[in-house]
């Protein structure tokens, strides 16, 4: 299993401490496995660049992205069996919003901070006077500022998020909100696979978004939300994961074949087409039988026949 990995829940003003003493058992995204932050490096250089920020240490800054944007503001909430999950369809967003946490820096802007435990979105929330808001965690030791918050409308706050939606450093709406804290460890049970330990991403309460909104929410399993966000980075998944996959599924035998790669090479992140396996393509003059009839015997090229008189060398 991985390092332990120890996070601060930052609130408004001053330090609240909070510390993650031990990582998750499992990443319930099934599909991406993150064992060390160098995992990270091959597929994000792809949408952004690499630095060195202070006492950050090496960390991931977007790139092609307007002057106003920010974390978690390109997406929505879904509600699941671990709290509310972001989704978003940025190309980097299986990794950027489900690990690791962000930073804004007044010469580099907003900057991600690599860790290696998941969760449905590492954020912390507040809430109140008709209005619900939500902030990227940042590294240990800093303190989330009033404008790293933004605001929606509680009623609105299930649509599709946008710069253009959201409240932005407005402190009449900051001083109506209360902090409800941020992502904590609970043990659950998922599939038949016993208690595992996972980071729940509670945020508001389920039963005030759908008074606010006047919409029944269906809950949605945490392993089915997290297949709402594209991975670009090599599967990884235990043999008995891809066992009990049904065919067709990310994990299944119909899915691309795995690429194990070496310590030091970097994830495979090129998207695949799903081939066929090798044992079910016809051979070089081989006839694949169809189901519904019995295999015909392949046919051999039928040697040409030379006419009378003409098989001899000349000056033979």
Known sequence: MKSPVKSLLLGLGCLTIGAFNASADLEVS????????SDFHAPLAAHGGWIEVGSYGRCWRPAHVAVEWRPYCYGHWVWTDCGWYWVSDEPWAWACYHYGSWVYDSEQGWIWVPG???APAWVSWRVGGGYCGWA????????VAPRAFVFVDVRRFREPVRPATVIVNRTT??????????????????????????????????????????????????????RLTPHEIARKTSPAESQDAPSGTPNGRNSAPERKPSPKEAPDISAKPTRPDADDQPRRGEIKPSPDRPPTPARLPEKQSRPPGRGKSRGG
């Open 30 to 37: 099934a599909s991406v496995r993150i064992d060390s932050k």
């Open 116 to 118: 290696v435990e998941w």
């Open 136 to 143: 990227p965690l940042a590294p240990r030791g800093v303190v």
């Open 173 to 226: 709406i900051i001083n109506q909100t209360a902090a409800l804290g941020s992502p904590r460890h609970e043990t659950r049970n998922f599939d038949d696979r016993g208690p595992q330990k996972v980071v729940v991403n509670e945020g508001p309460g389920l039963h005030e978004i759908e008074k606010a909104t006047g919409k029944k929410v269906s809950p949605v399993p945490i392993r089915d939300a997290s």
